[in-house]
């Protein structure tokens, strides 16, 4: 039996639940088990979660005590707003004279588009003065005769003044009705949008309650001791009392599982992420080592939820081929399990017996130049996973994988009409995928200005052989598939730190207002048992909008992983050469520091300074930080204010646009601190020293600047 502690993951998607169990020490999968999703069960999908739990335990020969964690992801709130199952809102507006116009005018949230035909579930009341007991408590009672089964209370300024909303909640308690008060989502201004996001928080609340006590009802009758944690949006995850006041921040957590993966399990530090399932393939970007979020839209609007900047494109592993006029002209977005139809490189030659291609209308609705075969077996698709295989692109033991002298016997017939052979055949199926796909990556590149030399495209998913080795060959750059595709969206959930994030609009911050942000954040994460020493904080201060927000991650225990291979210098830096692009006798050792090796080299330009790109390598040879031109210095704890004083002296730029710190990272310990967001040296040089505090005097610390243009 194996006696190690494990940490656990499950993730509830639209068709099936898939759990995993993931070593704790060395991150190592050591069992999966794949159940239906259980929508239709008194219980919901709650029952998925609990039966995928028990046939993993039993899988893999643990104990129920020896999970350390345990997280689930969920679409069951993007599902709620999809179908419009969602409760009615009573919106309890607060403002006297003037202002009250404002709130007053958000009963027109009402006319919100929820599904196509009907409006968002909403009834109005307003409060002039929330200190008049009698008045909330009529207002509250407006909202309830009118159906309302969830309350909303929302004022102007509530960010810096909650007691009015408060007061809303108060009444709402005595009389048992979950609520949610505008200032728990956010701290931003913006009386409309926060109101908003507030609104929809509050119509998936019911749902996500009774779900939540279900499963940890279950959880808890099962054994298991660890917390529950559930997927955010952005990447992390967040403890269930947490879900239980923002359940929205579950919404579009499903692309958000993937892509915790890739940065966790694969440690991209700088990449693009593609999961690609059967008909669609979700991109996303990693950036130094964060995953890329943005304010998602929400019932057609933009709201204040935070969540991974995900695009998808119509092209998967059964995305059908299109043909017309003698030439491949795309494919997809249509799939083969749309169509109702399999794979042709799944049947057997027996099936493809006299095979012959046609082209139909998979939907009465579609184009007909959609490609099948009709052979001896009935009629096949050929798709995006026919041609992979055809051409060798499929790895020995994915979950694509198919026989290939069956999967070029499905390709020949298009061959025949294309009048070319099936190794060419197959590629232009490809080329077809990949130049959809490309036109987003190649976008997303650039809008996250990603350092392009650098980019490494990884490819999750059960279709991720059909889109990234092709796509990767295309366009010149380096590109691999996840190990475990298939599952990469559970080992991600298992895997994810907890997360909070924390936004404050302050004119002219200063050091205090910036530390204090800082602050909050750290200790909303430690409440929710990230262990305190594990936790990381990056600040951002946007002088153009006031806004200070703070992220901070931690996991729930210390990461000491004993792994078995540790790369030795030689190793690290022929790895740092790859990424530098560069013969390994052009790299130069930079400086150390705990985890971290520093390794440069130097790009000489024509009338031009030199460029000095910079990649971090940590101790499994893993490249975790990337800089296209930067300034490395060595220093210890005790000598890193003064020494840090100065580089940031120095590296300040001075314009019109004011003054711009440069881009601080600080490697110490097992930790890279990442202060490039604060712009004003003076709170930059204070969140420096709340980095190194209680630190030895005598540890090393390495800064890698670069200073901004």
Known sequence: MNTHRIRVGIDVGGTFTDAVAVDATTLELVGKVKVPTSHHHADGVAHGIVEALDRLLKETGQAPHEVTFLAHGTTQA??????????????????????????????????????????????????ADPADTAAVHRAVGQVTDAGAQVLVATEPFSVDRPEGEEAVRAAAGARGLPMT??????????????????????????????????VDASIAKAGVTAPLMVMRCDGGVMSLDEMRRRPLLTVLSGPAAGVAGALMQERVSEGVFLETGGTSTDISVIRRGKV???????????????????????VGGGSMVRMAGGKVTGVGPRSAHIAGLPYACFATAADLAGAELATVRPLPEDAGDHVVLDAAGGRYALTLTCAANALGRVPEGDFALAGREVARAALAPLAAALGTDIDTAAARVLDAGAEQVGKIVDTMIDDYRLDKDAVLLVGGGGGA???????????????????????????????????????RIIPGAGQQEVLAVRAEAEQAVVAQGAT???????????????????????????????????????ERRRLA?????VPVGQVETLAQAGAYTVYGTERRRRLRAPRRPVRVVDADGVVRLHAADARVAAT?????????????????????????????????????????????????????RTELDGRPADEPVVAVVEERS
Not at 297 to 314: I, M, N, P
């Open 577 to 581: 050469a790859d990424s530098l692009k």
């Open 78 to 127: 993007t599902n709620a707003l999809l179908e419009g199952d969602v409760a009615r809102v009573g919106l309890i507006g607060i403002g006297a004279g003037a202002g009250a116009a404002f709130t007053r005018r958000l009963a027109a949230l009402a006319k919100l588009q929820l599904t196509p035909g009907r409006r968002f579930p909403l009834v109005y009341a307003h409060v």
């Open 292 to 314: 890329a979020v943005r304010h998602a839209q929400l019932l057609g609007k933009t709201s204040y939820l935070s969540a991974l900047d995900v695009r998808t494109v119509g």
């Open 465 to 503: 052989a059909a889109v990234t080795p092709h796509l990767a060959a295309m366009s010149g750059r380096t590109g691999r598939i996840a190990a475990h595709n298939e599952v990469i969206s559970p080992i991600g959930v298992a895997l994810a730190l907890i997360r909070e994030q924390v936004e």
């Open 636 to 688: 210890t704890v005790g000598g890193a204010q003064q020494a840090l004083a100065r580089l940031v002296e120095e590296s300040t730029a001075y314009g019109d646009g004011g003054v711009r710190a440069p881009a601080l990272r600080l490697l110490v310990g097992s930790r890279i601190a990442d202060l490039s967001g604060v712009l004003d040296p003076q709170p930059l040089l204070a969140l420096a």
């Open 532 to 570: 305190p020493d594990a936790v990381e904080v990056e600040v951002t201060v946007d002088p153009q909008t006031n806004t200070v927000r703070a992220i901070a991650t931690g996991a729930t225990e210390l990461r000491t992983q004993d792994r078995a291979h540790r790369a030795d210098d030689a």
């Open 181 to 214: 008060a505008a200032h728990d989502i956010t701290s931003l201004y913006g009386l409309h949008k926060r109101s908003r996001t507030a609104a929809v928080n509050a119509a998936i609340l019911p749902k996500m309650f009774a779900t939540a006590d279900l």
